[in-house]
């Protein structure tokens, strides 16, 4: 994406820690076997009675962390909704695919299939505000979030709203898990030694809903700049570093402008070649934090680094408990940098105004 | 910003119930042969009872036809198909260096292979081979896809249900709008499946005989199958690939219903205003559009909705308007995608489609869709309606260069 | 079934099956409205009574039209369940 004056305004995320509510818990909260879950809030205060009765797990994260978005940046009604999700609603999905097997096709119940559709968090998001402007979902795996991110600044770049609420989400289920599993993603037990240690193959299984409200007026209401969103598609490890210098050099930037990186590791060895080998090169004498302990790995999860970004930009000090670190200067300048099972890269560029 | 440079459209390409090209599709158009009927290649209970619209091949056939392994999703294939048939339409071998993505849209991924499996896997969640749903998520069909046709530098998915591939379309012309691609296939796939199948049958929205849109007497919807796409280009795409526009993408608008979860509002809110919009957007009158290619699922529910906003924006000057679901059934997320070329070849080759099955004009409307096929008609813009669950509407305009 | 019981056995129903999470099945009155302005419910719900109609008590409404009419209140399930049940006199 080309230069742009792209702000956040706010941020809400659910997530396996407890960081919903303001103020943190001081406490890294650590996965139960190869699985994270997802710390829900009390909802009925944030969501309508009348439509929270039908919502799934994820629908009900979804529509709380966008809802608790707009409180915080005091937006009634959104320019734009843009959601990325890449497995959308599983729970109703296994639900109604459930019932069309115990039931042999007949006498089926139409709720779990309507809430199903993979729109179904935007929607019920604009339901909910009475919402009649822009609504869009994007599906595509390890670059759901970033499609979203970008389809939302391009809108702001457009001028056709000054305020969009972008945000992804995903979920674990029991099925999911236990499929994912059989395909090797996950580690066989997650060890107490470390998130990142190598001793076994695989990764943990991780959820979460982050939301964003973007704006492209500045102000006082601005808690960061979003400064660029990349991606790119199957490129093997030693060509990752090439990207990030022409990434950064499209902002005119050098690796020296960047205050701290945060890597998508996630503890498989393989997975984390490529972030090994950016660490001896590019990355040396960077700071560099790693995010995946405490959200795991699902497609979606970049939503919660750059999540964890804007609270490094906004209190370092405050937010640095999560990070296994001492974070030692100032951030101004945050890189993300991630890739999703090697096929889905992606870049994004935040700092502050 | 937004820049004045146009989006011009360069070729397309469409498998569906009534045709597996774009040539035999025009022939089942001109001669009013709808591609509803009972089911061949899904296995349902339904099938003596529920008529379908589907591309009357097997998986083994498709499979070579998109020269892709037979055992891929059947969304994949027939994505596959069609838009390998659009970068020929619009001769276009290779990209030349350009920027190119693809942007296409589903509804359900790989369903039709995950339930196969999950049979199994309930029983016992060791069992059902995983080839089998690897494929499940919506963004699996593009990226095969997307490997199948060479493209590398930006694939995306749009799943907005019913409006997934309009929307597909609207985001494409944007990225070229902001000089980020070249060159775009858009458009959608979706094949059908008995979870799709069921769901709408437990909505009882779907009609046991052939669909009847925007007639008084509709009974409901007949679920279809297939892929449609375009292609997008950049001017200097253009002239790069020494390509020849057929016409421009001009409008678009992107609406919520904010209604309910699936039914449409009795005003038709969120159509009205992506109409609205995309008048606006590619500057027209109302008066200048010559051809509204309905959303017309044949649903007692939709017809009226659409209808009503039709009626606030056209009232009293109506363009000529038509259902293609009465030949190819409601093929979810890849409608506005093979609506879109629908909507091209109307323009290119001056058609208006008819409305099949339509006797009785609706109680609560003004107006008659067209009932017979006429070519060599003037067409210099054309409306294309695509609305879906969530209350996600969305409405393109096509127009002569 | 007496009616008195069937309305009952319906209140419970209707709380399990649509989540109402607030509302005790004594909560809500035989004449009381479901829909809209009432409990709130909505033509998806009207389907899913439709099935629960089907399942629970063999009973078909063949016209998902009439769900208006027939869901009306409690009151009016009961009727209709009590007319149409195979077995009993009314039943067709």
Same mark, same amino acid.
Request: aromatic share 8%; net charge negative.
């Given at each position: ?213 973007? #704006? ?37 930037? #050098? ?46 999860? #970049? ?51 | ?138 963004? *699996? ?160 529910? $939709? ?19 038509? *259902? ?30 008819? $409305? ?27 409306? *294309? ?17 | ?92």
């Amino acid at each position: 994406m080309e230069e742009a004056n792209i702000y956040i305004n706010a941020v809400a995320g659910i997530s396996p820690q407890s960081v919903f509510n303001e103020g943190f818990s001081q406490s890294v909260i650590k996965p139960s076997g190869n699985r994270f879950v997802c710390m829900e809030p009390d909802y009925d205060e944030l969501i309508d009675a009348k439509l929270i009765r039908r919502m799934s797990r994820i629908i009900k994260m979804g529509t709380a962390a966008a809802l608790k978005c707009l409180q915080q940046a005091n937006v009634e009604i959104p320019g734009g909704i843009v959601m990325g999700t890449a497995y959308g609603c599983l729970q109703d999905t296994e639900i109604f695919l459930k019932r069309i097997i115990d039931y042999k096709e007949e006498m089926l119940t139409p709720t779990a299939f309507i809430q199903s559709t993979h729109n179904t968090v935007g929607a019920q998001i604009a339901l909910l505000l009475q919402c009649h402007n822009y609504n869009n979902t994007f599906v595509q795996s390890g670059h759901s979030f970033e499609s979203a991110l970008l389809d939302g600044a391009l809108l702001l770049k457009e001028d056709e709203m000054n305020e969009v609420l972008v945000g992804a989400a995903d979920e674990i289920t029991p099925a999911s898990h236990a499929i994912l599993e059989r395909f090797g993603l996950y580690k066989k037990q997650a060890g107490d030694n470390g998130f990142y240690n190598y001793t076994s193959k695989g990764t943990v299984a991780g959820e979460g809903a982050c939301f964003f409200l973007l #704006s492209n007026v500045q102000g006082e209401k601005n808690i960061a700049k979003l400064n660029g969103i990349e991606t790119f598609l199957d490129v093997p490890d030693e060509e990752v570093e090439n990207k990030i210098n022409q990434f950064l050099a499209a902002h005119h930037l #050098s690796i020296n402008d960047i205050d701290l990186i945060i890597a998508g590791r996630n503890g498989d060895k393989k997975n984390d070649a490529v972030y090994d080998m950016l660490d001896k090169n590019i990355f040396t004498d960077k700071q560099t934090i790693n995010y995946k302990h405490l959200c795991g790995e699902y497609p979606t999860s #970049s939503s919660f680094a750059l999540w964890l970004a804007l609270k490094l930009v906004k209190d370092a000090g405050a937010a640095q408990f999560l990070c296994n670190q001492i974070i030692n200067r100032d951030v101004k300048k945050i890189l993300i940098y991630n890739h999703y099972l090697h096929t889905y890269h992606s870049l994004l560029l935040a700092g502050a105004c | 910003m937004q820049t004045g440079s146009k989006v011009y459209i360069a070729g397309a390409g469409i498998i569906s119930a009534i045709g597996n090209n774009i040539a035999q599709c025009i022939a089942a158009l001109e001669n009013s042969n709808a591609g509803i009927g009972e089911m061949q290649q899904l296995t349902s209970v339904h099938k003596k009872t529920l008529p379908v619209a589907e591309v009357k091949a097997s998986n083994k056939i498709l499979a070579e036809w998109a020269q892709l392994p037979a055992n891929i999703t059947r969304t994949a294939l027939l994505g596959t198909i069609a838009a390998r048939e659009t970068l020929h339409n619009a001769g276009i071998r290779n990209f030349n260096g350009l920027r190119a993505g693809l942007l296409s849209a589903n509804s359900v991924g790989g369903m039709d292979k995950t339930e196969d499996f999950y049979a199994l896997f309930l029983k016992d969640n060791t069992a059902g081979r995983l080839r089998n749903v690897i494929n499940h998520e919506c963004g *699996s069909a593009t990226k095969i896809m997307a490997n199948a046709l060479g493209i590398k530098d930006f694939i995306t998915t749009v799943s907005t249900a019913c409006s997934s591939s309009a929307n597909a379309i609207f985001f494409g012309a944007r990225l070229i709008k902001n000089n980020i691609l070249d060159v775009v296939v858009a458009g959608g796939a979706d094949a059908l499946t008995r979870f799709t199948l069921n769901g709408f049958n437990s909505l009882m929205i779907l009609d046991n005989e052939a669909c009847k849109p925007f007639d008084e007497n509709r009974k409901g919807l007949n679920l279809g199958e297939g892929a449609g796409y375009i292609v997008m280009l950049s001017e200097k795409a253009l002239q790069v690939l020494n390509a020849q526009p057929v016409c421009t993408l001009s409008g678009y608008c992107n609406a919520n219903d904010a209604y309910h979860q699936t039914a449409s509002s009795p005003s038709g809110t969120g159509s009205f205003l992506a109409m609205k919009g995309a008048l606006q957007k590619s500057g027209l009158q109302p008066s200048a559009i010559d051809y509204i290619n309905l959303h017309g699922t044949g649903t007692k529910n $939709n017809d009226v909705s659409e209808g009503t906003a039709i009626k606030e924006i056209f009232d009293p000057h109506y363009p000529k308007m038509s *259902s293609t679901k009465s030949f190819t059934g409601h093929t979810l997320g890849a409608s506005g995608g093979i609506e879109a070329v629908f909507s091209m070849l109307a323009i290119q080759r001056g058609f208006i489609y008819p $409305n099949l099955r339509f006797t009785t004009q609706m109680k609560e409307l003004p107006f008659m869709p067209e009932t017979t096929f006429a070519k060599g008609v003037e067409v210099n813009h054309v409306l *294309s309606n695509s609305f879906g669950f969530g209350g996600n509407c969305s409405s393109l305009i096509f127009s002569k260069i | 079934m007496e009616k008195a019981q069937l309305m009952e056995n319906l209140k419970k129903q209707i709380v399990a099956q649509f989540n109402l999470k607030k509302i005790n099945p004594e909560d809500i009155g035989n004449d009381q409205p479901l829909f809209v302005e009432g409990l709130g419910l909505d033509s998806i719900d009207a389907l899913e009574l439709i099935v629960l109609l089907q399942q629970e008590y063999k009973v078909k409404l063949a016209n998902p039209e009439d769900g208006p009419k027939v869901f009306a209140s409690v009151s009016t399930m009961a009727d209709y369940i009590l007319k149409h049940q195979p077995g009993n006199a009314n039943g067709q």
